[in-house]
């Protein structure tokens, strides 16, 4: 297997916050503090020699008071980012199909206030389904501030089926699209190459690939290295893994030392040196 050393890794998948829906379903228990999450999270990065990491929010947080909510959330990931801006060197935002569009004021406060690199969805647990037609409006906002858009597709929920992505991806073909947790099933794992061949403006992360049949080595030979991301779906609470399975898979695959550079990190920073945030931007 090869070494880490030689790699600088950057992870584009952490949760930041805590993960209600599971939580409560595995016996809940205390969140931790604020310090020890950030702990709990570097620690996790030094053990697997990831360099950097992008954070987004934890869906599914309560919002009884709507859009406030929400605010409240981005504000938290932008606060966390900025504790250790030199490991968590990208911060994305997120906002609710429901939320309407008061929505697409808090895409612009947190693109350009906020600094933001991207905004990021995760259906099911904001309870529309990935091509709800406010999508359209939102979409357009990113494509303004020429950033990309995350999009969840984990094989569980037919809410982030990917052929509602692949709806979504020809509505909007000069925008990209991150889509997370697509190889999630040997299912689904097969449907990426296809669905990566069909629309080029989709790049797919490694989060919560399975250990069979995720076929990534195949997905490379057909479609290229540019088009993956490294990402572990890692969460500090509740703790759903031990083990970030992607980034040893991919060191021990028969992919070439320059596929895995790429797929490690160097994807990554090319995404997101390519999506600065444009804050002379007009929406009148």
Not at 80 to 95: C, E, N, Q, S, W
Not at 114 to 124: D, E, F, Q, S, T
Not at 168 to 177: C, Q, Y
Request: with cysteine; proline share 6%; charged share 20%.
């Amino acid at each position: 297997m090869r070494s880490h050393d030689q790699f600088d890794v950057v992870d584009i998948h952490h949760h930041v916050g805590r993960l209600d829906a599971v939580a409560r379903a595995s016996g809940g228990g205390s969140a931790p503090s604020l310090e020890d999450d950030i702990a709990a999270r570097l620690r996790y990065m030094d053990d697997h020699h990831i360099a950097e990491a992008v954070i987004m929010p934890a869906n599914g947080y309560p919002a009884p008071n709507g859009l406030e909510d929400t605010k409240r959330v981005n504000d938290f990931v932008a606060r966390y980012r900025d504790r250790h801006p030199d490991r968590f060197t990208a911060a994305l935002g997120t906002v609710s199909p429901l939320e309407g569009d008061g929505a697409l004021d808090e895409i612009d406060r947190c693109l350009t206030e906020l600094g933001m690199k991207a905004i990021v969805w995760h259906h099911r647990f904001q309870g529309t389904v990935l091509d709800h037609p406010m999508m359209d409006a939102f979409l357009d906002r990113l494509k303004q501030h020429g950033v990309p858009a995350f999009v969840h597709i984990i094989a569980d929920s037919t809410l982030e089926s990917p052929w509602r992505l692949e709806i979504l991806a020809d509505r909007h073909p000069d925008l990209t699209f991150v889509a997370l947790d697509g190889f999630s099933s040997p299912d689904q794992a097969h449907w990426m190459t296809y669905l990566a061949s069909k629309h080029p403006n989709i790049i797919f992360d490694t989060g919560v690939m399975i250990s069979v049949a995720h076929l990534v080595e195949s997905f490379v030979a057909r479609i290229g290295a540019h088009r993956l991301l490294l990402g572990t779906d890692f969460y500090s609470f509740p703790k759903l893994f031990n083990h970030p399975f992607p980034i040893y898979e991919l060191l021990s695959s028969s992919l070439t030392d320059e596929e895995c550079a790429a797929i490690l990190g160097g994807n990554a920073r090319a995404l997101f040196a390519g999506s600065q945030p444009n804050k002379g931007t007009s929406h009148a």
